[in-house]
Each structure stands twice: as structure tokens, then as C-alpha cells.
């Protein structure tokens, strides 16, 4: 039996009826209401479109930065193997056995040599002798006697010991008036006509032979005014008063007797340590020429 639909005056309404619009889909509210609807489905469309771009950026961020730690993984793992220590060869093994002499053997590592199926295998290390270091003992300094330190009156450190052990003198007497006399300066000449490094004049030069050649000779000057300062301890009986009677019993331009012996005395105690250790003085020491 075929179905119909009731009409509007079956339904006891007239198309006119103010209780319902047959065409209330077409009403201006309806019609508004339906654009409401529309704007709010574009707009939520428009939300998902920018989450989806945003889950799509992040996604791909995500994998660039897997990338970028995977490769700095990759290419800290060799320097990782080339740190680690290689093991030592034992002794004996390589050279046939025997181990040089001063001689430590360490394994120095191959390259890797690839084969056809493409598998890694490590070759065999190889012993390279190695020359060992050893600390080098400086040996015994060199004797007093052929050393000069880099001082002015020290410097002819090896005449005073030379001069020194021929009269007896102390060497540090006898540098204690090249101090006070000349500065250690071996051309020095006094205004009375005294000369060289110990001031002799020349009449003691003249009466010991020295030739006038060699007054200003180091060693000859040296040995003749330790000579003659010999000569004056003997004579008073006591380094004081020889010292004294060595510059004599006066005052000149620079200085007086007692004055003179005091100032020698005072380098003589300068002197005297240096001389005895001059390893040990903070001084340079230089060969002797």
C-alpha cells in the first residue's frame, strides 16, 4: 500500500498558519544560523590545519636532530678506539728474540685491511724499538783552578788560587785588595805610577824581575803583589798590619791607612764563601779561556 504524506490541513495547520513557515529552511534567521555554523567549521578546519603543520614541523625537527647526533656519534666512536691503549708486546718477541740494548719495545698498531667479503680484520701489531731516555748525570763540576766566575775580581779566579798556593796568602786576601786596588781591572795605573791589578809599583816589580812587558800580565801582576804581601805579614808578624803596610803608613787622595785595611777586610769576608763554594755562590760560572 502506498505511503503519503499527510497534508498540511490534515495536520490541522494552513499554509498560512503563524505557528510554523513551511519554508523555514529558506528564513532569514535559518539562513544566518547556517552561516554561524559554516564560520565556525572554517574556523575549526583552519585550528587543525595549523596543528597539522605544527605536529608536521616538529616531526621533522625531531628527525633532523636525530641525524645530526647520530652522525657526531659515528664520528666520535673512532677517536674512541684510536684512544684506547694498545697492549705491549712482550719481551723477546720481535728481532729475533733479542731486545736492544737501552732499547723498550711498544706495539704500534696497523691498518685494518679490508677483505673481499667486505668483514674487518686487524692485523698483527709490530714491535718498533724505541730508544729510552736516560737522565744524564752533569758529572763532577770542574776544579776551582780552571773556572772564572762572572764577577770582575772572581773572574781571575784561577790566577788568585794560582797565586795563592804559591805564597800562602788566603785567596781571599789577596781578591780583597784587587777589590780595594784596582776593581779587578788588570790596566789599571794609579796616579803614583802603581800598575795592574794589584798595584804593585814598579820598583817591587823591578826588584821580583819582572820584565815591564808583563806588568799588566794577569798572573805575573797577581803573583807578585801576593809575593810582596807576603813579604809585609812576615815582617809585622800579622795579615792586619801587613795589609796596612802593604798600601803604608800614610793617607793619600782616596783614602788612609786604617780606612784602606778596614775596606779590604770587608771584601775579604765577601770573598771568602764565594771563593770556598763558588758552585753555590748564584754567580755565573764561565770556562776558563
Same mark, same amino acid.
Given at each position: 500500500m502506498e505511503r503519503r504524506l499527510p497534508s498540511w490541513g490534515e495536520m490541522g495547520l494552513g499554509e498560512d498558519d503563524t505557528r510554523l513557515d513551511p519554508d523555514w529552511w529558506s528564513s532569514a534567521l535559518t539562513q544566518a544560523a547556517g552561516s554561524t555554523d559554516r564560520a565556525t567549521a572554517g574556523a575549526w578546519r583552519a585550528r587543525l590545519r595549523r596543528l597539522d603543520r605544527s605536529v608536521h614541523t616538529v616531526f621533522v625537527i625531531g628527525i633532523v636532530m636525530v641525524m645530526v647526533f647520530g652522525i657526531a656519534a659515528a664520528q666520535q666512536s673512532p677517536r674512541n678506539e684510536m684512544r684506547q691503549p694498545q697492549p705491549e708486546i712482550g719481551a723477546g718477541q720481535g728481532n729475533g728474540g733479542q731486545v736492544p740494548s737501552g732499547a723498550s719495545l711498544t706495539a704500534t698498531p696497523t691498518r685494518a685491511l679490508a677483505t673481499s667479503d667486505r668483514s674487518q680484520t686487524a692485523a698483527t701489531p709490530t714491535a718498533q724499538p724505541t730508544r729510552s731516555l736516560k737522565r744524564v748525570s752533569p758529572g763532577p763540576p770542574p776544579p776551582l783552578a780552571s #773556572? &772564572? /766566575? !762572572? +764577577? =770582575?775580581? /772572581?773572574?781571575?779566579? =784561577? +790566577?788568585i788560587l794560582a797565586a795563592a798556593e804559591r805564597t800562602g796568602v788566603p785567596a781571599s786576601l789577596i781578591a780583597g785588595i784587587i777589590k780595594v786596588e784596582s776593581q779587578?781591572?788588570? !790596566? *789599571?795605573?794609579?796616579? *803614583?805610577g802603581a800598575r795592574g791589578l794589584m798595584q804593585v809599583m814598579p820598583d817591587h816589580l823591578h826588584e821580583q824581575g819582572v820584565n815591564s812587558s808583563r806588568w799588566h800580565d794577569p798572573a805575573t801582576n797577581i803573583q807578585a803583589g801576593a809575593l810582596l804581601l807576603k813579604w809585609k805579614i812576615e815582617a809585622t808578624g800579622n795579615q792586619w798590619d801587613g795589609v796596612r803596610h802593604y $798600601?803604608?803608613?800614610?793617607? !793619600?787622595? $782616596?783614602?788612609?791607612? +786604617? +780606612?784602606? *785595611?778596614? &775596606? #779590604? @777586610? &770587608?771584601?775579604v769576608d765577601h770573598y771568602a764563601p764565594l771563593i770556598? *763554594?763558588? @758552585? !753555590?755562590?748564584?754567580? &755565573?760560572?764561565m770556562p776558563a779561556r
Open positions: #773556572v &772564572r /766566575l !762572572d +764577577e =770582575p775580581v /772572581l773572574f781571575w779566579m =784561577p +790566577e779587578g781591572d788588570p !790596566d *789599571a795605573v794609579s796616579p *803614583a $798600601f803604608g803608613i800614610k793617607c !793619600d787622595a $782616596f783614602t788612609c791607612t +786604617e +780606612e784602606y *785595611a778596614t &775596606r #779590604v @777586610y &770587608r771584601w770556598a *763554594a763558588p @758552585y !753555590d755562590a748564584g754567580v &755565573r760560572v
